[in-house]
DNA sequence: TTTTGCATTTTTGAATGCAAAATTTGCGAT
DNA sequence: ATCGCAAATTTTGCATTCAAAAATGCAAAA
């Protein structure tokens, strides 16, 4: 049982919840569930700790980490300012192929958009930010975007998403596709930009969304 | 002996460059010197190579982490973004008294600027972007700049800095001095990424510089 | 009935021990 | 003398063990 996989099996599991933020994280009994000693387990801790997804209290044990509004306000502010300075970035260095792919993508979430099925078009959301982030070839930043963007995944954050922001978000792609496919690092630096500035106030908890009904929620837009 | 204190003390020893980039880190050696077992250290070893300054090797020990050149332009371009950011941001929440701080440290390096004298003047600088950085009231923030100057300091990486570019530097200061006291965050944002573009090639490695003589660097201008 | 003090239990933090892997060392063959 | 291979040593990774701190439960007193 490698480290690395101790890290990922910890961190799946508070990323699917199954550990409510703010509760504890009991060591012996995921000790037993992922059948290895304690020492493995306080290291990949140690190292969730750094991440921000786990906070340890001397003498307390630790804890699946309990964001406030204001922390997911915090991180939302970071998530998009790495998102802007992705695109900047992947403006000059996106080969033809890669906004191809971009472009597949989002015509692909822009379909979703048009069947309203919001679960995949957050999954193409999600994957064009992505791309852009890989595309700006700059692994630094590609780690603390993941970093950042599990710890909001991790809460179950949302903002709430009427149709009309839907359709201003899907617009906003469209001027974000746009600029990448002119290269235009500044216009688009400027896009995503304006869009944290726009969203700056929006973000609110909704708890643990429930995706069934009319109340659109979206994470990430 | 608690965990952040090792922590804290082993990433002193990588910042201080006692342990040179890429040098094996013995982890007996350490245990003896810090007079801990190799528990606690490995924990610590851990933690720090979620954080960048320390590479893991399975079954091959832990390294204190080289850096290519590609890895200090990727921090760099990282380091700026989250700058630029915290520009932005700090427009719109930094108080009078805080812009009042900066303003002061802002003369005091114009100051040793006068006198030449470039190590009081990277410290006045290093003091000035942290102090915006704060004053973007974003820890989530704060805390991924501390991580990136840290590995960017610990690399001992300098751009070379002509008179010229020294001057420039301090000129781009004043701009951002000015764009802070009107509270104008997005002329700051553009101050500070144009700023980001101008140095993007300028990056390169001198290895530890002496700063003796006329051969003037600095590592975050 | 509620609260406070103490003893027990549980849990955390660190040290030690043990097995596996890698590195080094030594010996022999070419 | 050098190369190759195998044994020995070192080092890593994990499990177990031990000590200390915190939580819990119980009883006694107000």
Redesign the interface.
Known sequence: M??EEVVGRIRAILLDGEIPPGARIPERELCERLEISR?PL???L??L????LVQ?L?HRGSRAAKLTDK?MR??F??CQ??E??AG??ACERISDAEIDTIAAAHADMVQHYRERDLIQYYRGNRAIHEAIVNAAG????A??YAS?TARIRRARYVTPMTPQRWALAVKEHEAILNALQRRDGVGL?HIL?AHLRHKREEVLQAGFAETEGNDVTLSIA
């Open positions: 490698l480290h020492t306080r290291e990949a140690k190292v700790a750094a991440e921000g340890l001397p922390d915090d991180l502010e970071v300012g790495l802007a300075l900047e970035l700059n692994p630094v930043l780690g603390l950042v630096a930009r």
